[in-house]
C-alpha cells in the first residue's frame, strides 16, 4: 500500500463514485461504545465511582482521533467489523461519517480532560455525557447519523450514499407513512415517556439512591456545597441537643 492511497479516507468500491465507509461496522461500533457509556453512566451512578468512565472516555477520544484520522484501524471499527463480518456491507459515504466523527472527537477530548485529567462533574458534563449516548443510541438502534445531517447543512457539496439510502429518498413507501390514528399514537408515547422521565428525576421523593444520584449529578459545585454545608449544620444542631 503506497502513501496516497494509506492516507486515502474511506475505500473505493466498484459502482460508487465516491470512497465509502460499511455503515454496519460503524452501527456495530456505536452499539458496542453505546454499551461502555452506559456501564460507566451506571457506574458513576450507582456506585459513586468514575474509575470504568475515565477509561472508557480516554478509549474514546483515542478511538475517534483514530476515526478522524483513518478509520480502518480504529479499534471499534474493527470490533464492529468482527461481528458483523458475515454480513453483506452497507455502503456508506465517508466524507459524511467523517464529518460527524469529527463532532464526537471535538466532544470527546474535552470530556476526556474534565474526567481524567481535572475530575470536576457538573451538569455540563453530564449533559454532554447524555448527548454523546444519545448520538451512538440513534446510530446503533435507528441508523440516524445526526452528524451526517448536520454535513448537509454546512457543506456545498450534498452527501451522497447516506444510512437508509435518506440522502436519494424523496418519496416514502406506504408502509413507512402515518395514518391519523397512528400519528396520534405516536403523539402520546412521545409526550408519556417525555413526562415520565422528566417526572422520575424531578419530581419523585428521594426514595432510591438512583434518585439521590441523579438529582446530585445535575448539582453545580456551588450547590453539591450548600448541601453538604446544610448537612453539617443539621448534625451539629442535632449534637448540640
Given at each position: 500500500?503506497?502513501?496516497?492511497?494509506?492516507f486515502?479516507?474511506?475505500e473505493?468500491?466498484?459502482?460508487?463514485?465516491?470512497?465509502v465507509?460499511?455503515?454496519?461496522e460503524a452501527?456495530?461500533?456505536?452499539?458496542?461504545?453505546?454499551?461502555?457509556?452506559?456501564?460507566g453512566?451506571?457506574?458513576?451512578?450507582m456506585?459513586?465511582?468514575?474509575?470504568?468512565?475515565?477509561?472508557?472516555?480516554?478509549f474514546?477520544?483515542?478511538?475517534f482521533?483514530?476515526?478522524?484520522i483513518?478509520?480502518?484501524?480504529?479499534?471499534?471499527?474493527?470490533?464492529?467489523?468482527?461481528f458483523?463480518?458475515?454480513?453483506?456491507?452497507?455502503?456508506?459515504?465517508a466524507?459524511?461519517?467523517?464529518?460527524?466523527?469529527?463532532?464526537g472527537?471535538?466532544?470527546?477530548w474535552?470530556m476526556?480532560?474534565?474526567?481524567v485529567?481535572d475530575?470536576?462533574?457538573?451538569?455540563i458534563?453530564v449533559?454532554?455525557?447524555?448527548?454523546?449516548?444519545?448520538?451512538?443510541?440513534f446510530?446503533?438502534a435507528?441508523?440516524?447519523?445526526?452528524?451526517?445531517?448536520i454535513?448537509?447543512?454546512?457543506?456545498?457539496?450534498?452527501?451522497?450514499?447516506?444510512?437508509?439510502?435518506?440522502?436519494e429518498?424523496?418519496?416514502?413507501?406506504?408502509?413507512?407513512?402515518?395514518?391519523?390514528?397512528?400519528?396520534t399514537?405516536?403523539?402520546?408515547t412521545?409526550?408519556l415517556?417525555t413526562y415520565?422521565?422528566?417526572a422520575?428525576?424531578t419530581?419523585?421523593?428521594?426514595r432510591?439512591q438512583?434518585?439521590?444520584?441523579?438529582?446530585?449529578?445535575?448539582?453545580?459545585?456551588?450547590?453539591?456545597?450548600a448541601?453538604?454545608?446544610?448537612?453539617?449544620?443539621?448534625?451539629?444542631?442535632?449534637?448540640?441537643f
Open positions: 500500500m503506497n502513501i496516497k492511497e494509506f486515502g479516507y474511506g473505493k468500491v466498484p459502482g460508487y463514485e465516491v470512497r465507509l460499511n455503515e454496519r452501527r456495530a461500533a456505536a452499539a458496542i461504545l453505546f454499551v461502555g457509556a452506559f456501564i453512566l451506571t457506574n458513576g451512578v456506585l459513586g465511582t468514575a474509575i470504568f468512565s475515565e477509561y472508557f472516555v480516554t474514546f477520544a483515542i478511538d482521533t483514530i476515526r478522524v483513518q478509520p480502518r484501524y480504529s479499534p471499534s471499527l474493527l470490533l464492529g467489523r468482527f458483523v463480518r458475515h454480513q453483506k456491507p452497507e455502503y456508506v459515504g466524507a459524511q461519517k467523517r464529518f460527524a466523527w469529527v463532532l472527537m471535538i466532544l470527546a474535552p476526556f480532560y474534565y474526567l485529567i475530575f470536576q462533574p457538573n451538569p458534563k449533559l454532554v455525557c447524555l448527548i454523546c449516548m444519545a448520538l451512538l443510541f446510530e446503533s435507528f441508523s440516524i447519523c445526526l452528524g451526517c445531517k454535513f448537509n447543512l454546512v457543506k456545498k457539496e450534498k452527501a451522497t450514499h447516506c444510512p437508509g439510502g435518506v440522502c429518498m424523496n418519496i416514502k413507501e406506504p408502509i413507512q407513512r402515518f395514518n391519523p390514528i397512528q400519528k399514537i405516536l403523539i402520546i412521545m409526550v415517556i415520565g422521565t422528566y422520575y428525576i419530581k419523585l421523593p428521594d432510591t438512583l434518585v439521590k444520584k441523579l438529582k446530585i449529578m445535575m448539582m453545580s459545585n456551588q450547590q453539591i456545597q448541601l453538604e454545608d446544610a448537612k453539617a449544620d443539621a448534625e451539629f444542631e442535632k449534637d448540640d
